[in-house]
Antibody, heavy 114, light 108 residues
Framework: EVYLAESGGGVVRPGGSLRLSCAAS????????MSWVRQTRGEGLEWVSG????????GYADSVRGRFTISRDNAKNSLYLQMSSLRVEDTARHFC???????WGQGALVIVSS | ENVVTQSPGTLSLSPGERVTLSCRAS???????LAWYQHKPGQTPRSLIY???IRATGIPDRFSGSGSGTDFTLTITRLEPEDSAIYYC?????????FGQGTKVEIK
């Protein structure tokens, strides 16, 4: 069974940092591009960042470019999102998902508050 | 960046009706790399369609996707009360893999 599990969420002060992880199992992780997508309270879904299957290419939403870094370790079947210079507006549930979106984790809640 | 625009913003329909949602990309989407999701507040997004046409696991055949190039459509036949949600399309052809802003479907 395909399984994606996010971890690393929590409460952080504005300007702080967090690292989200996503552990994958049940499918060929190294053959799949991956995304981070977030759902903010009262807002819709926002694609945050993506990485190709071999990690050679990455992309970011304008709202996080320069502050967030996506990476992956195919040997560990894991996806990461390093979040820095966090802002109140980054408060959201962050999901990892396959590139084509057919599998999603349950999400990690990030709260940025003073 | 390939900007994705959905229309209409909101629809209000009765059970049993047929609904057609539109998704337009500013640049051509190759390899049919277009997906549709159903999202209800507080829940994990549900994959409906990927590869423009392919229904995700467990999705009933009331949901169908079509289109090519820059214009794509999600059709829901025989609308049911549980179909009340926001529907998003996403191109995953070229980074950034952009979402549309969503279409809210309300059931009368």
């Amino acid at each position: 069974e395909v399984y994606l599990a996010e971890s690393g969420g929590g409460v952080v002060r504005p300007g702080g940092s967090l690292r989200l992880s996503c552990a994958a199992s049940g499918f060929k992780f190294d053959a799949n591009g991956m995304s981070w997508v977030r759902q903010t309270r009262g807002e819709g879904l926002e694609w945050v960042s993506g990485i190709t299957a071999n990690g050679d290419d990455t992309g970011y939403a304008d709202s996080v470019r320069g502050r967030f870094t996506i990476s992956r370790d195919n040997a560990k079947n894991s996806l990461y999102l390093q979040m820095s210079s966090l802002r109140v507006e980054d408060t959201a549930r962050h999901f990892c998902a396959t590139r084509r979106g057919d599998r999603w984790g349950q999400g990690a809640l990030v709260i940025v508050s003073s | 960046e390939n900007v994705v625009t959905q229309s209409p913003g909101t629809l209000s329909l009765s059970p049993g009706e047929r609904v057609t949602l539109s998704c337009r990309a500013s640049q051509s989407v190759s390899r049919n790399y277009l997906a549709w999701y159903q999202h209800k507040p507080g829940q994990t997004p549900r994959s409906l369609i990927y590869g423009t046409f392919i229904r995700a696991t467990g999705i009933p055949d009331r949901f169908s996707g079509s289109g090519s190039g820059t214009d794509f459509t999600l059709t829901i036949t025989r609308l049911e009360p549980e179909d009340s949600a926001i529907y998003y399309c996403q191109q995953y052809d070229t980074l950034p893999w952009t979402f549309g802003q969503g279409t809210k479907v309300e059931i009368k």
